[in-house]
């Protein structure tokens, strides 16, 4: 029964799986699939109809997209405007949304670059400029690259082409364009994340007093998951902007998962310095105290709180959450007694509280532990909200 419901992870895996077959098939079969386009992609629409007869546009149109970013990485053929045009042609032709070409265009985009053909490949290009971030950085490439070529067919010094180049990076942070909308090149190796980091390398020593660079190069290794990354450029930014708070929040979440503690507390400590009566440098002094189950550095930053008018039902939950993160069973559920009435017109969040919490109480070692994890992550995230601390 091929047609019969399948939870989504299993279908995800089935689809990875054929999209490694299909581009396996590729690579041993290059010289048939460049003589016979058509074919080939017909072929590839064929086999998702028949393996997946449900699945969505959107996952229809990206496995094309896929597949024509590997044929293209893959072909022998010389990578001609012509050429790359016509694997686009048959590609759209295969997609269920004949829209939307962003993919295949910064794809074949990329193909060109490769081979040096930068005029061409900056038109693929300039057409998604702000639609990801990582494409106005590609054109910045494109400058910067012909900056350097020895021999440029047009009039424009070096200097002004690296103008241009610089020019575009200040765009990508004055516009703070998205990134990684484009699916098929967010892992961490592809060749537009190459470039995006080789081109932002260059922008932190051409401005290096625009903290927009930094906070991009921070979302995108928070988006790689790349934590070394991430803590290297809150290193420098701290450096250069050590009052930004954004810049501090996001040093003191990294500590913290880094399991840092001496790190997170000096990140509060200066927090503190700079910002002494501000209700975010108080709750991460509180948190850091329910991180490590530390009653008296809780207490001490809980007076300073009370002092500046923190909001006494954050407190309340903190409270609550203090003693769970002790493994105090009773004085948990008195402390979340008290917070329930201060946040009685909050009911539905805390009757989902309640349910947790009670799984902490009443649960076996396991429940009890993931219950933990998860109250603590959702007053967390409550508590960040109401403060208003991006973080």
Known sequence: M?????????????????????????????????????????????????????????????FIDATTFTLLNTTREPPTPEFLEKILRHAMGNKRRRRGRATLDVIVGLKLVDTGNYPQAIEYFTRYRNYDGRVNTAIAYIYYALSLAPNRKRDLRPDDMELHAREEMLNLARTRAPLNRLEVFNRKDTRLNQIFWFMLDLAFTWFPSEPEFYRIGILQANYEDDLDRRQHLLDYALERFP?????????????????????????????????????????????????????????SFRKLAILNGFPRHLLLLLDAVLEVMCNHKTESYLCFEEAKKALAWRSHYIAALEYILRDFIEGDDDRAKRAKSTLFSSVDQYCMNVLKIEG
Not at 2 to 16: F, G, I, S, V, Y
Not at 29 to 39: F, K, R, T
Not at 279 to 296: N, R, V
């Open 243 to 299: 009052d930004n708070r954004s810049f501090l929040v996001e040093a003191f979440d990294t500590r913290v998962k880094l399991c840092s503690g001496s790190g997170a507390a000096a990140i509060v400590k200066q927090m503190m310095q700079q910002y002494p009566d501000d209700h975010g440098s108080l709750y991460f002094g509180m948190k850091l105290a329910i991180l490590g189950a530390q009653p008296k550095s809780y207490a």
């Open 2 to 62: 091929d047609d019969a419901w399948q939870p989504e992870a299993l279908r995800n895996r089935r689809l990875e799986q054929l999209r490694a077959t299909m581009d396996d098939y590729v690579a041993a079969h290059i010289d048939q699939v460049e003589a016979n386009l058509p074919v080939f992609f017909g072929h590839v629409a064929a086999t998702l109809d028949k393996a997946f007869p449900d699945l969505l546009d959107g996952a229809y149109d990206d």
